[in-house]
């Protein structure tokens, strides 16, 4: 055996700790590490395949640069920030700062550092124009707690908790969604001690399998299936009153609002049994401790902001969050949460103000500017036209919704800049594509995910966990790669910029702003230093935590949530006056009555082994899948004469995509299930077989979207569905 490294998986925001087998300074194996006190060895395929990602022979080693042909050929990355600090300060002075946006997608949260220095640059030449994948994937969670308000005395987790339920979410294969990291072992030791489990969800998912009670709907009914839960435990007197009473305003105009949400109705809506509604109901209301979230289908399924709000609402009336007296999970090592005290914070603006759009009155949310709207931005001429979009880490040709309108958008940039260690569908439009280094030659902590157990239920580590890691490897010999964030730094000092961070130790503005770092744009500071200034002044020190190769739990001081202020006088609101009239909207059945023509509803759903659109060719990711099958449910293929392996036509009112039929007994009849960003550009994605299907192409972000968050319909979207291929032919 080699020689044995210590690191951090990010791939995904897990941040699971690996061990890395290293020979020759190369890394040739990646397993997990079985001593670690919280993730207890977990790792998954795609954590295992890093060897692979930092060797293939389709990893970008040099930045690229479009030629007059549409190709691309090599640029020293030295000359591409020349080149591109010169258009950017040209269309900044020219257009004003309104005229440049970027885009981070889900690595680009991954890469922490990277996400920071992207702000300071911003902040630096006065853009508002900052969207992310915040607002096209779970927009609801942001939004819906601006509107009920947030507990400053914590969540309750999973490993507490007597019941949970969780709404289409999958987290064994997402990593998100309500559970501590390592959520199989987590949901079994939890089943395992008595922990009741409720799943909404038109699939039979890996999470389903452990619940108690799966309610099967079809496709966009969470918000009915939950304002009938909680016209149960209203009627039923068991929500908590005395916690109502002194938290919750809003009470009356809620339980008004579910009145007409009989069990009978949501049955017959939902197609779900009244009984197993009311037991469901039961369960999360009379648990002692009890959690609720949901997912992207959720989100994406329309009213996403309502099925979040309802979610949020059931935990209050009930009282499921953590009181005076109870013992905070993780005080923070390298985030300061905050007070911890029994008390809400009461509503705070969740949309309408910051950066006004131009296009369906869209403007800043509490998830950040909509994203849907972005193609639009950059379309529409005159005063504040986008005219120069930097991705990074993402891939907005297959993230966005509305494929066609997105590549119309960013076919007419005068600048698209990819920051991408392959040539995506997007860098491929790109005119510049930055090259970067990948995880495991650059440093690391796990800030991120113990941001994540801030005000989000289940999520984050549920004990005062940290790990740094230092690079283990150089780059590939003969490469010219760079951190991400060095292209910030870069392009600054080419634009006469200066740049200030603020640290992400510290949650709230005004530790935020007193603790900020100016950067020396003379002398180009190293990672490291650069991490002293996001974590400075965290409950441990970066110093400390750095002392310890491995992953540990730290020995900091015990807290528990503080009595109420005397005098508090925020309040809960349950019956927000929007959220009321679009569950008016729901119980009227407005969709359901326009979309009776289509026989189908395709819903969202993760495949095990891949993660977004990343690295879908590596070879053990790929080993089931070289595509986003059609999962479809064997009765509906057997009445549409269907098999594996045919080719149809996915037929939606926007645009049509093609898809390859699997058999999927989990899948919902009346549902296809496909996975998002897959498929290539318009024009160039005939082989279905090869790249997979786009679904963001079924959505159109001028019909049927949030008017705040702007999210179009992106899963339960009202499909039909022709043969056009036998899987003999196509064989």
């Known amino acids: 055996m080699g020689d044995v490294k210590h690191s951090i998986c990010r791939v995904c925001h897990a941040q699971c700790p690996i061990l890395v087998e290293m020979e020759d300074g190369k890394p040739v194996k990646v397993v997990g590490d079985k001593n670690n006190p919280i993730y207890h060895g977990y790792t998954c395929v795609k954590g295992r395949e890093l060897p692979y990602m930092h060797y293939s022979d389709k990893r970008l080693l040099h930045s690229q640069k479009m030629q007059a042909d549409g190709t691309h050929a090599p640029i020293p990355h ?12 040209h269309i900044l002075d020219t257009y004003g700062p309104r005229s440049i946006a970027y885009y981070v997608g889900t690595h680009g949260f991954n890469n922490f550092a990277t996400n920071r220095l992207a702000d300071a640059w911003m902040d630096a030449i006065e853009s508002p124009m900052r969207f992310s994948s915040v607002t096209i994937d779970q927009p609801g969670k942001a939004i819906a707690t601006a509107l009920h308000g947030a507990w400053q005395g914590g969540t309750t987790n999973l490993d507490e908790a007597d019941a949970w339920m969780f709404v289409g979410t999958n987290p064994i294969v997402s990593m ?34 452990h619940a108690n009670i799966h309610l099967q709907p079809k496709p966009g009914n969470d918000p009915a299936i939950l304002a009938g839960m909680l016209r149960v435990i209203f009627e039923e007197g068991l929500y908590d009153q005395k916690f109502t009473t002194e938290n919750v305003e809003g009470f009356v105009e809620l339980r008004e609002a579910v009145d007409a949400f009989t069990p009978d109705f949501v049955a017959a809506r939902a197609d779900i049994p009244a009984e197993k509604l009311k037991e469901a109901a039961r369960m999360i209301a009379r648990a002692a401790r009890a959690g609720c979230t949901a997912g992207t289908g959720p989100n994406m399924a329309g009213y996403g902001n309502l099925t979040e709000y309802l979610l949020l609402s059931m935990m209050s009336i009930c009282g499921h969050w953590l009181q005076e007296g109870d013992k905070l999970p993780n005080p923070g090592v390298l985030v300061n949460r905050g007070p911890a005290k029994a008390q809400p914070s009461g509503p705070f603006p969740a949309w309408g103000f910051g950066e006004k759009l131009r296009v369906r009155n869209l403007a800043n949310t509490a998830a950040g500017l909509p994203t849907a709207a972005a193609a639009d931005e950059i379309l529409m001429d005159g005063e504040g036209k986008v005219r120069a979009l930097i991705s990074l880490g993402g891939n907005p040709m297959m993230a966005w919704p509305d494929q066609l309108k997105t590549y119309d958008a960013i076919r007419a940039l005068d600048l698209f800049i990819s920051i991408d260690p392959l040539m995506t ?6 005119h510049y594509v ?28 549920q004990a005062p966990y940290a790990q740094h890691c230092e690079k283990i490897m150089d780059p590939p010999e003969g490469s010219d790669v760079i951190e991400d964030w060095e292209f910030f730094y870069g392009i600054s000092q080419r634009m006469g910029l200066e740049l200030t961070l603020e640290p992400w130790s510290f949650m709230d503005p005004a530790g935020k702003a007193a603790n900020a770092t100016k950067l020396d744009m003379a002398n180009k500071p190293t990672a490291s230093e650069i991490w002293e200034a996001l974590l400075k ?6 110093s400390e935590v750095k002392k310890s190769e491995a992953g540990k739990i730290y ?55 891949h993660h977004n659109s990343n690295w879908h060719f590596a070879p053990r990711m790929s080993r089931q899948y070289k595509y986003n099958p059609a999962f479809m449910n064997p009765d509906d293929m057997k009445a549409h004469g269907l098999k594996t392996g045919d080719i149809i036509e996915v037929i939606a009112e926007r645009a049509s995509i093609k898809g390859i039929v699997e058999e999927a007994p989990d899948v919902r009849e009346g549902s296809i299930a496909m996975t998002h960003c897959w498929g290539d550009l318009p024009g160039q994605d005939d082989d279905v077989l090869t790249h997979g299907s786009n679904t963001g192409r079924l959505s159109s972000v001028e019909k049927d979207y949030d008017p705040y968050s702007g999210i179009p319909r992106m899963s339960s979207i009202p499909i039909n569905i022709r043969l056009l291929q036998s899987a003999v032919a196509a064989e």
């Open 78 to 89: 030295e000359q591409a920030f020349d080149e591109v600090a010169e258009k950017l300060k």
């Open 176 to 209: 998100f969604g309500g559970t501590p990291v390592n959520p199989a072992r987590a949901i079994q030791k939890a089943k395992k001690r008595g922990l009741e489990l409720v799943v909404v969800d038109p699939r039979v998912t890996d999470v389903a399998k």
């Open 425 to 430: 569908a997007s860098a491929r439009l790109s």
């Open 434 to 461: 930055i090259a970067p280094k990948l995880s495991l030659e650059y440093e690391a902590t796990t800030a991120l995910q113990e941001m994540l157990g801030i005000g989000l239920s289940g999520e984050g580590y």
């Open 537 to 542: 002044k965290s409950p441990v020190p970066l």
């Open 555 to 609: 020995d900091v001081p015990e807290v528990r949530v503080a009595p109420r202020d005397e005098g508090h006088a925020a309040r809960f609101d349950v019956g927000n006056e929007v959220m009321m009239k679009e569950l008016e909207e729901v119980k009227a059945g407005i969709v359901q009555d326009r979309e009776k023509d289509y026989a189908f509803r395709m819903i969202s759903r993760r495949l095990h082994d």
